[in-house]
């Protein structure tokens, strides 16, 4: 696609439900990463993925969390028995093959998936 | 949680008129980024700086990384309304990794 797509672009959960967020890559995109954006906060690291391999989940917040990206495009966020601490836009980003962006790569942002536990 | 600390939180300008925005960190990064957030969308990367000293500019927007590689600042020259946005600074190290300020909030009154 022509940019990074994100679904749901809304989502209210009840307390304790468990909810999926999905992120569709630049095409060709091999580096993927997740954000966690809380109200009026900057973007907060969660993982990154280099083709299907997650190689940093040092920011996700707790186990509840989880990603995948098993055939290295589409990946998933998925966030067990939701908190109302969970409220958050969660924005995937992705970048050309090189790693990183100490390199010169572009990351690119989605729009974002905005997520209230209620 | 976020290591940079940005400033100012929020800025209320007239249009015509430049502002300077900056980003310091107790940690030293080998990139600093800038972007720009508005509602509902996410950031939009404006200028990336990759050597402390270096200075770069993209339109009225001009960003310098600082020689101690532990701070940077924005400008943007004569503002206009579509600048209103929430900007942005980024540090990176050598992982993939990046850290963010909790921006400034640009308003531009006509």
């Known amino acids: 696609g022509a940019g990074v797509s994100q679904s749901p672009r809304y989502k209210v959960a009840k307390r304790g439900q468990d909810v999926a967020l999905r992120c569709d890559p630049i095409?060709?995109?091999?580096?993927l990463f997740w954000y966690q954006q809380a109200l009026g906060q900057g973007p907060e690291f969660l993982t990154y993925f280099q083709n299907e391999a997650q190689l940093d989940k040092s920011g996700l917040p707790s186990d509840r969390f989880f990603a995948e990206r098993p055939e290295g495009s589409v990946s998933t966020l998925k966030i067990q028995r939701t908190q109302q601490e969970d409220s958050a836009v969660y924005l995937c980003a992705s970048s050309l093959p090189r790693t990183g962006v100490s390199s010169g790569n572009t990351i690119y942002f989605g729009e974002g998936s905005w997520l209230t536990v209620v | 949680g976020q290591q940079l600390n940005q400033s100012p939180q929020s800025m209320f300008i007239q249009e015509g008129e430049d502002v300077s925005m900056n980003c310091t960190s107790s940690s030293i990064f080998n990139t600093w980024l800038w972007y720009k957030q508005e509602p509902g969308e996410g950031p939009v990367l404006l200028i990336a700086l990759y050597k402390a000293g270096e200075l770069t500019s993209n339109g009225r927007l001009t960003a310098q990384f600082g020689i101690t590689r532990k701070d940077s600042f924005l400008n943007i020259s004569a503002s206009i309304p579509s600048d209103v946005g929430i900007y942005f600074c980024a540090g990176h190290y050598n992982n993939n990794d990046m850290r963010f300020g909790a921006g400034t909030r640009l308003t531009v009154k006509p």
């Open positions: 095409s060709g995109h091999v580096s």
